[in-house]
C-alpha cells in the first residue's frame, strides 16, 4: 500500500528541519537558514520554534519583510497575540520602506483585523520600486534587501525577467553575498541545477534572500 499523502508531507517536512538546521547550526550567521528553518516551522505547528528561527534571522538582517510577517503569525499562534502586535508594527514600517506591497499589506490586515493601528505608510512614489522591477532601475533605486540607495549592478547578472529584476531592486554587494550563500545552499541542500526540481529550489531560495518574493 503506498504511503498517504499526509505520511509523505510529514517525511518532506522533517528532512526541510534536518536541511535547515544543519544549515543554521553549520553557520549561526546564515540569515537564509534560520528563516526557512522558521518557515518550516510555521508549517508543521512548532510556533515557538518558528518564533525563535526567524527572530534569529531579523536580529541578522532587519530588513527581511516577510520574516516579520511569519514571525506575527508564529507569536500569535503561539498565544502570544501583543508580542505579535508589536512585530507587526516594525515590520509594515520596514516592508514600507522597502517598497514590499504584498507583506506590507498583509501585515497591515492583521493589525486591522485585531483592531491594532497601522502605521501610516510612505509617500505613493515609494511604490515606483516596484513597477522598474520591469525595467532598467531609476534614479530612485533602493535594493530591496539592504535598503542602500546605492552600489547597483552596472547591469543584469543574467537574459530574462529575472535577471531584470535583480538588476532593478539588488545593490552589487547583497548579490555577491547571494553568490556565496548559493553555493552553500547547493552544497547542504545537495541541489542538482541540470533538473527542473534544483533549479526550481535554488531559485526559491534566491528569491526569499534577495527579498524579492511578490515583486
Given at each position: 500500500?503506498?504511503?498517504?499523502?499526509?505520511?509523505?508531507?510529514?517525511?518532506?517536512?522533517?528532512?526541510?528541519?534536518?536541511?535547515?538546521?544543519?544549515?543554521?547550526?553549520?553557520?549561526?550567521?546564515?540569515?537564509?537558514?534560520?528563516?526557512?528553518?522558521?518557515?518550516?516551522?510555521?508549517?508543521?505547528?512548532?510556533?515557538?520554534?518558528?518564533?525563535?528561527?526567524?527572530?534569529?534571522?531579523?536580529?541578522?538582517?532587519?530588513?527581511?519583510?516577510?520574516?516579520?510577517?511569519?514571525?506575527?503569525?508564529?507569536?500569535?499562534?503561539?498565544?502570544?497575540?501583543?508580542?505579535?502586535?508589536?512585530?507587526?508594527?516594525?515590520?509594515?514600517?520596514?516592508?514600507?520602506?522597502?517598497?514590499?506591497?504584498?507583506?506590507?499589506?498583509?501585515?497591515?490586515?492583521?493589525?486591522?483585523?485585531?483592531?491594532?493601528?497601522?502605521?501610516?505608510?510612505?509617500?505613493?512614489?515609494?511604490?515606483?520600486r516596484e513597477e522598474a522591477a520591469t525595467g532598467p532601475a531609476t534614479a530612485g533605486f533602493h535594493c530591496s534587501r539592504c535598503g542602500r540607495p546605492d552600489d547597483q549592478l552596472p547591469k543584469p547578472?543574467?537574459?530574462?525577467?529575472?535577471?531584470?529584476?535583480?538588476y532593478a531592486n539588488v545593490c552589487r554587494s547583497c548579490w555577491r553575498e547571494w553568490i556565496a550563500m548559493g553555493t552553500k545552499v547547493i552544497?547542504?541542500?545537495?541541489?542538482?541545477?541540470?533538473?527542473?526540481?534544483?533549479?526550481?529550489?535554488?531559485?526559491?531560495?534566491?528569491?526569499?534572500?534577495?527579498?524579492?518574493?511578490?515583486?
Amino acid at each position: 500500500m503506498p504511503p498517504s499523502v499526509a505520511f509523505v508531507r510529514t517525511m518532506d517536512h522533517e528532512r526541510r528541519i534536518q536541511q535547515f538546521k544543519q544549515m543554521a547550526e553549520a553557520d549561526p550567521n546564515n540569515e537564509l537558514g534560520h528563516f526557512s528553518l522558521g518557515k518550516v516551522y510555521c508549517e508543521v505547528g512548532r510556533y515557538e520554534d518558528a518564533a525563535k528561527s526567524l527572530s534569529r534571522a531579523l536580529q541578522l538582517n532587519p530588513m527581511l519583510s516577510k520574516a516579520y510577517q511569519l514571525l506575527a503569525e508564529a507569536y500569535d499562534r503561539a498565544g502570544r497575540r501583543q508580542d505579535a502586535i508589536d512585530v507587526l508594527t516594525r515590520g509594515v514600517t520596514v516592508a514600507d520602506d522597502q517598497g514590499d506591497r504584498m507583506p506590507r499589506d498583509a501585515m497591515a490586515d492583521m493589525l486591522k483585523s485585531w483592531g491594532a493601528p497601522v502605521p501610516t505608510f510612505l509617500a505613493p512614489a515609494k511604490a515606483g520600486r516596484e513597477e522598474a522591477a520591469t525595467g532598467p532601475a531609476t534614479a530612485g533605486f533602493h535594493c530591496s534587501r539592504c535598503g542602500r540607495p546605492d552600489d547597483q549592478l552596472p547591469k543584469p547578472p543574467f537574459k530574462g525577467p529575472v535577471g531584470e529584476k535583480i538588476y532593478a531592486n539588488v545593490c552589487r554587494s547583497c548579490w555577491r553575498e547571494w553568490i556565496a550563500m548559493g553555493t552553500k545552499v547547493i552544497n547542504e541542500l545537495g541541489l542538482v541545477l541540470s533538473t527542473p526540481i534544483g533549479q526550481q529550489t535554488y531559485d526559491q531560495y534566491m528569491m526569499e534572500f534577495l527579498q524579492l518574493e511578490g515583486r
